[in-house]
């Protein structure tokens, strides 16, 4: 028997963004969001599926809290939709969201479970958007006022507070590659947004120090491990470059107070520049709290010229892959929590988002997903070591508690530890549930 036993302070939760699952989209005053434009404009979203149902937890968010109170989850991390709280992005704010998310916060809090609310997860107000999106710098003051709405209107009932999710996907997914809204192509924009969430990021924690909030702030990178295929300098290097796009060019700003220059010649190679005002870094690099990490994934790359951006090609060499076509590299986990200790020292880490697509119905009454569980056990067993090694871990908050609509793969695509029955609604704890569960009340799992 291998027992993988777990620090006793650890925060155990689970995770949700707004978007995937609240629905309601024209309820309680809610303005619209590029993702509301996105998923209705044909093509950009498979089955031609979008969020105005959900999981329909706007409604049904009582139920959803009593099924994270049996799991036993000490802390919950949550979006709050924006153009529920300024339906235009600025200006009026609308009191029937702030209200909704007074009773979400107070339930919450009633059932003994934290709140760790995530400001901007990808629903920008499309009022914004259509006046340049993250693009223009004045989205950053509307974001950093939205933000000093939000800490007033819930400072001590709201303790763990996240300004961006996945600034990687907001920028370069959304803008560069274009599958997520809005759907550009534009490696320059892609950059320039980067930069601009960076500066949202550092607005929204001056704000937060200068009101003298209560409790922690931090943000939510998505990282990757890039192993290199050979111990060639060029492999190496391509896979830095690769790791560079999620980690350095995201993290560097923020504990180091300036870009990575190894990115910044491989973007000026590119005919790609940043546009830096006087103080901008200063924002940025305001001291943070804890960092969030959202890992899923990696891969074993190599140097091939001319290979997309960075001239490194992905090598598949038998990977199991989930139903989403993602690695299963818990090695990766352990490799990205190290490096993030090498390069930034001993930073508070809430591990904020971990978890696997598999499709598994129900099937008399009950969802078998054992590969998930079996995903859940690699990386955990990872975080472990990490732990071990002296990565500072404050929580584990796996993604997701429902399953959801899954962005540009609409609702074919299920992470939950809940099932839902996107028709009926109905929710069916899986497996995965009950392993977590019992992972949770006990502190430790068995590796057999």
Same mark, same amino acid.
């Given at each position: 028997m291998a027992i993988i036993q777990f620090p006793n302070d650890m925060k155990w939760g689970a995770a949700t963004a707004a978007y995937q699952i609240e629905g309601a989209v024209d309820e309680g005053g809610r303005g619209q969001s590029i993702w509301d434009t996105f998923s209705h404009t044909p093509g950009n979203v498979k089955n031609g599926d979008n969020g105005d149902v959900a999981c329909d937890s706007y409604h049904r968010y009582e139920e959803d809290i009593a099924l994270m109170k049996e799991l036993g989850i000490e802390m919950y991390r949550f979006s709050v939709s924006w153009p529920r709280i300024f #339906?235009?992005?600025?200006? %009026? !704010?609308?009191?029937?969201?702030?209200? &909704?998310?007074?009773?979400?916060? =107070?339930?919450?809090? =009633?059932?003994?479970?934290? #709140?760790?609310?995530?400001?901007?997860?990808?629903?920008? #107000?499309?009022?914004l958007q259509d006046k340049g999106g993250w693009a223009s710098r004045e989205t950053t003051d509307a974001f950093a006022d939205y933000a000093e709405l939000m800490f007033n209107e819930f400072n001590g009932k709201i303790k763990h507070w996240i300004t961006i999710n996945e600034p990687w996907c907001v920028s370069f997914l959304s803008n560069f590659i274009g599958v997520h809204a809005p759907g550009n192509q534009d490696l320059q924009l892609a950059t320039t947004i980067s930069h601009h969430l960076l500066l949202a990021h550092g607005k929204a924690v001056t704000r937060f120090r200068e009101l003298e909030m209560e409790g922690n702030i931090g943000y939510a990178p998505n990282l990757e491990w890039n192993e290199p295929f050979s111990n060639k300098q060029e492999d190496i290097d391509a896979c830095n470059r690769g790791m560079g796009w999620f980690i350095e060019w995201f993290f560097d700003p923020v504990f180091k107070g300036r870009y990575p220059e190894f990115m910044l010649n491989w973007f000026e190679k590119k005919g790609v520049s940043l546009t830096l005002e006087d103080g901008d870094l200063d924002v940025i690099s305001q001291p943070i709290d804890f960092v969030g990490i959202n890992y899923y994934t990696g891969s074993v790359g190599r140097y091939k010229e001319n290979e997309e951006l960075f001239d490194l090609e992905k090598i598949d060499i038998g990977y199991d892959k989930t139903d989403i076509g993602w690695n299963v590299y818990g090695e990766g986990f352990y490799k990205v929590l190290s490096k993030l200790k090498?390069?930034?020292?001993?930073? #508070? $880490?809430? $591990?904020? /988002? *971990?978890?696997?697509? &598999? *499709?598994?119905?129900? @099937? +008399?009454?009950? !969802? %078998?997903?054992?590969?998930?569980? @079996?995903?859940? %056990?690699?990386?955990?067993?990872?975080?472990?070591?990490?732990? /071990?090694?002296?990565? *500072? $871990?404050?929580?584990?908050?796996?993604?997701?508690?429902?399953?959801?609509?899954?962005?540009? @793969?609409? &609702?074919? %695509?299920?992470?939950?530890? !809940?099932?839902? *029955?996107?028709?009926?609604? @109905?929710?069916?704890?899986?497996?995965?549930?009950?392993?977590?569960?019992?992972?949770? +009340?006990n502190g430790w799992f068995d590796m057999e």
């Open positions: #339906p235009n992005g600025t200006g %009026k !704010v609308n009191e029937e969201g702030l209200q &909704y998310y007074h009773r979400f916060v =107070d339930a919450l809090l =009633d059932q003994g479970i934290e #709140p760790m609310c995530t400001l901007y997860h990808w629903d920008l #107000p499309q009022a090498d390069q930034y020292g001993d930073v #508070p $880490i809430y $591990i904020t /988002e *971990n978890g696997a697509c &598999y *499709n598994d119905g129900v @099937e +008399d009454g009950q !969802v %078998k997903d054992g590969r998930r569980i @079996e995903y859940l %056990k690699q990386h955990l067993t990872s975080l472990s070591r990490s732990i /071990e090694a002296g990565v *500072n $871990i404050k929580g584990y908050l796996t993604w997701s508690l429902l399953d959801n609509f899954e962005w540009a @793969e609409g &609702y074919d %695509k299920r992470f939950g530890l !809940v099932h839902v *029955n996107f028709r009926t609604l @109905e929710r069916t704890k899986k497996d995965s549930y009950y392993w977590y569960k019992q992972t949770i +009340d």
